[in-house]
């Protein structure tokens, strides 16, 4: 119910959440559209909601009803269709998962169900229901001792689980097994409120069984229910056809076939029907609509001659039309796999397109197969400096130097040690080249790189020097010198050498740009601002102006003049990867992150694609929670080559949004991998298994790292942390004493938590306090010290404490809804509903303030303002199994009974403990004898 702070580290949310009061015609329209749809009647139910989701249309529970719904009249997809917006809006991901399967297995996609189960699950009851999903789908697929398996596992878990029952009695029908099925449907049938699929189930079995009188009276108990479920309909059918009822059989078939037209089974019905009729010819014409027509799939002609597949894809090649080159040499090779041509060309479309990973992969293999080819080396090469693999691009440089020592591979090489940071090799390389012509001006350029890079600024200059004076006419020479002076902090020097390449083109606009940067970091940025909007008088349709421009005022801090300058610089040059990154970016600082999105998809349409453009569409779907697409666009950007431990890092970030444990694990694992010394990726692994109360797997990750910084104090500070939450206060207390004379805040406020845990109350406050009288409104050591007496239930000096803290921050929601649980404690429900109302206004999907304030209206008897509050928190976190006994108490108290008890019964049977658990389970025996 409480954000307590035994996670003491806050996460400030940097979105402004906007709070829109539940009105109390949408609640009561969502309850009559349950109440509809517990009916059966969908068409009104499905009214209702469209209704509701028209007027709010991030109403998560009124979406989840309406996945529900739409699972009732099998229509699958557009389940599937509302879930992805359900997870876009934040609802809960073990909600979305089970009845994501449910829409897989409707589908009849049993592998992509199992794909998706886990093994690990940690709350038992959400644990047994996807067990029971992954039975389902081992039955689908005839897998019977697997879903057996699955099903058992599942009542392991939850012993009262239903469905696990149901489905072990579908395996036994299955199985022949009727009489060992009839056994578990009568099980499941001894309930309060059984399913009606289990009376479904039990129809089924004595159907199996001869018994069609039975089988009659158990399918009607269905109909009662639901006048219009086609399969109960078609078993009815199906029964009276078996007693020679054929007129009542042919009504069925009718009202099937009203409701969906062409149902196979329904014609087939009426065509048995119309043979024991003797109507052969009405039979023959039903059988034929039946039978579903194929379409016949036309084969392509063999190529008889490969080498136009090769010529297709040169030319397609040299029209840049490198999909359909990339298709035709694809084709050639599987024909002709020795023709190292096709594949070279076919590694240069993929660098071409960004993709040198790819290019590397068909590189590496033609190298093997065809040898030591230097321009395969030199590509290689290449690759391996774009993928920033230094070491392997200088083996390949010097393999190629070995087989064709030429100056061009010396320039190579020198590339590579640059990169390699081995400025002393690289700077010997260049002074020892024999170098001609254009060859010795790169070379020269080289060279000053690389004395910069040395922190050698003299030589840097004078080869600059030496390199203006070879062409004095030359303004790109001058520049070069302004920039070297420029990159050593001789602004004057830099200044006059821009000067003077101005003299020379007045046009230069690289010596414009640099003008204008010297003069705004000399303190005359409106000067610097005059000169390149003056340039661009002259030179309207400049991109590199107009680039320049847009970053003078985003420095400047003019955001809106940045955004269109940005835009009128892509207009000059659509195809821009950098300035449509510093598009969408200067969009998204605007919050416009839609129009971001949109000009970043239409760019990927017809631009080259790369890792920067993908990882910012990624950033940008995460801020508009579109976490699926956001996921997508990360592995985009692994196939251009972004930085896998940063990318792995992005997609676990992700898959945390949406609560998928495994995905997100296995993420964090493969940044660690990519990057072992590392600290960012360890942390985050191990603060995330802490979230997810996996605290033993928290420490193994811990104690495995082996980077340099084992011993920092963010090291011992998590470690500790995870040491107090699994319950080890010796050790936690020994790491952090380790870290005590830092005196972090953080280590301060867990070691005061560590002390009061093990019953060192006096020791705690007195840390506490000790902190606070030198920094006295220090929030983090005032929330500590007001949990310690509420654990204690020592409730006036909480609730000083916390006038104190709302005094210095009263916009953060999870202070008032700790100040509303404390005056809900001491029954002051007028305050704690003013502080949980608040806290509601900030964040409005919080589903520890929408709890307590629900049971604050249940505690005052105002169930239908409780119903709607429960409702939103369930359907955002499914597995608080407090939130579900406050809504099975709500339900009770409002007469819907069986969904009280249902819910009851998971709260009794979960393995997580709360503080009225054994009430529950009393409340549970009491309403099962009513």
Not at 74 to 100: C, H, P, S, V
Not at 484 to 489: M, R
Request: proline share 2%; aromatic share 10%; with cysteine.
């Amino acid at each position: 119910m409480t954000l307590l702070t035994r996670y003491f580290i806050l996460f400030f949310t940097c979105t402004t959440f906007v709070f829109t009061s539940l009105a109390s015609n949408a609640s009561e329209i969502f309850e009559l559209a349950d109440k509809k749809f517990n009916q059966h009647q969908y068409d009104e139910a499905k009214i209702h909601l469209k209704n509701l989701l028209k007027d709010q249309p991030n109403n998560i529970p009124a979406r989840f009803l309406m996945v529900e719904l739409l699972l009732a009249v099998e229509q699958a997809a557009l389940a599937q269709t509302e879930l992805n917006i359900i997870e876009g809006l934040g609802g809960d991901y073990k909600k979305i998962t089970l009845l994501r399967s449910k829409t897989l297995l409707m589908q009849n996609k049993y592998n992509e169900i199992l794909s998706i189960f886990e093994d690990n699950y940690i709350d038992q009851i959400y644990a047994a229901k996807m067990y029971v999903l992954k039975g389902l789908a081992h039955l689908g697929l005839r897998q019977l001792l697997l879903s057996e398996e699955a099903f058992n596992q599942a009542l392991s878990l939850n012993v009262s689980n239903l469905d696990a029952i149901l489905g072990l009695a579908q395996l036994k029908v299955n199985r022949f097994q009727y009489e060992e099925a009839n056994t578990l449907v009568e099980q499941v049938l001894a309930t309060p409120f059984p399913p009606e699929k289990a009376w479904f189930l039990k129809a089924t079995v004595e159907q199996n069984l001869g018994n069609y009188d039975k089988a009659l009276v158990n399918i009607n108990r269905v109909l009662l229910e639901n006048s219009e479920d086609v399969n109960a309909l078609i078993l009815r059918a199906t029964l009276l056809f078996e007693l020679q009822n054929y007129s009542t059989a042919n009504k069925d078939a009718l009202q099937i076939l009203n409701k969906v037209p062409n149902e196979p089974r329904a014609k087939f019905i009426q065509a048995a029907i119309a043979v024991k009729d003797n109507d052969e010819e009405s039979s023959k014409q039903l059988i034929e609509e039946i039978a579903q027509t194929l379409s016949k799939i036309s084969k392509e002609d063999l190529r008889s001659s490969p080498s136009y597949l090769y010529l297709a894809g040169v030319i397609f090649y040299q029209q840049n039309q490198y999909e359909l080159a990339k298709e035709y040499f694809n084709q050639y090779l599987e024909i002709d796999d020795f023709n190292v041509s096709a594949k070279i060309l076919l590694a240069q479309i993929s660098m071409r397109q960004g993709d040198f990973e790819g290019a590397k992969s068909q590189l590496v293999k033609a190298n093997i197969q065809h040898g030591d080819k230097g321009q395969i080396l030199t590509l290689l090469g290449v690759c391996y400096l774009e993928l920033q693999q230094y070491e392997s691009a200088l083996a390949y440089f010097k393999q190629v130097k070995s087989i064709q020592p030429t100056a061009s591979v010396d320039l190579q090489l020198a590339k590579a040690y640059l990169s390699l940071k081995q400025t002393a090799t690289a700077i010997q390389l260049l002074t020892e080249g024999d170098f001609t012509g254009e060859q010795q001006v790169l070379a020269g350029l080289l060279l000053v790189k690389s004395y910069l890079q040395a922190g050698k600024a003299e030589q840097a200059i004078k080869v600059a020097k030496n390199l203006s004076l070879l062409q004095p006419e030359n303004p790109e020479f001058h520049h070069h010198l302004g920039f070297v002076y420029q990159s050593v902090g001789s602004f004057e020097q830099a200044k006059l050498q821009f000067q003077k390449a101005l003299k020379l083109n007045h046009l230069h606009v690289k010596s414009i740009i640099s003008l204008a940067q010297v003069t705004s970091t000399m303190g005359q940025p409106d000067k610097g601002l005059l000169q390149l909007q003056s340039a661009l008088v002259q030179l309207p349709n400049d991109i590199d102006i107009l680039k320049a421009l847009a970053n003078h005022f985003e420095r400047m801090g003019e955001d809106s003049n940045a955004t269109l300058t940005y835009e009128k610089a892509l207009k000059q040059d659509p195809s821009s990867e950098v300035l449509m990154i510093n598009y969408a970016s200067s969009l998204a600082k605007q919050g416009a992150y839609d129009d971001a999105i949109e000009a970043i998809k239409a760019f990927i349409l017809s631009h080259e694609k790369t890792d920067k453009i993908y990882l910012l569409l990624g950033h940008l779907y995460l801020n508009t929670k579109q976490v699926q697409l956001a996921i997508e666009s990360y592995r985009d950007a692994l196939k251009f080559d972004g930085n896998k431990s940063q990318v792995y890092f992005y997609i676990a970030k992700a898959n945390q949004r949406v609560r998928r444990f495994s995905d997100t694990v296995a993420a964090y694992q493969k940044s660690i991998a990519w990057a072992p010394t590392s600290l960012g990726p360890m942390l985050a692994l191990a603060s995330y298994l802490n979230q997810e109360s996996r605290y033993n797997e928290a420490i193994v990750v811990l104690l495995a790292f082996d980077g340099g910084a084992k011993t920092s104090d963010r090291f011992y500070s998590v470690l500790a942390h995870t040491y107090f939450l699994n319950k080890e206060y010796e050790k936690a207390k020994d790491t952090y004493l380790k870290i005590k004379q830092s005196q972090q805040i953080s280590t301060i406020s867990g070691l005061a938590l560590v002390y009061q845990a093990i019953n060192q109350q006096k020791k705690a406050i007195a840390l506490i306090e000790s902190a606070l009288s030198t920094d006295t409104n220090n929030l983090l050591l005032l929330s500590t010290l007001a949990e310690i007496y509420m654990k204690n239930k020592q409730w006036l000096k909480a609730e000083e404490i916390y006038v104190q803290i709302l005094k210095l921050d009263e916009d953060q929601p999870m202070w008032l809804n700790n100040a509303a649980y404390i005056a809900m404690s001491q029954l002051k429900f007028g305050k704690a509903k003013e502080f949980a109302t608040r806290s509601l206004a900030l964040v409005d999907d919080a589903p520890d303030s929408l709890d307590t304030l629900g049971w604050i209206y249940y505690l005052t008897n105002e169930y239908v303002q409780a119903l709607p509050l429960l409702r939103k928190a369930l359907a955002i976190d499914s597995s608080n199994v407090e939130i579900k006994y406050h809504m099975a108490l709500t339900l009770k108290a409002l007469g819907q009974d069986k969904e009280a008890f249902n819910l009851l019964r998971e709260v009794v049977n979960s393995q997580n403990d709360f503080t009225d658990k054994n009430q529950a389970l009393e409340t549970l025996e009491l309403w099962g004898k009513s």
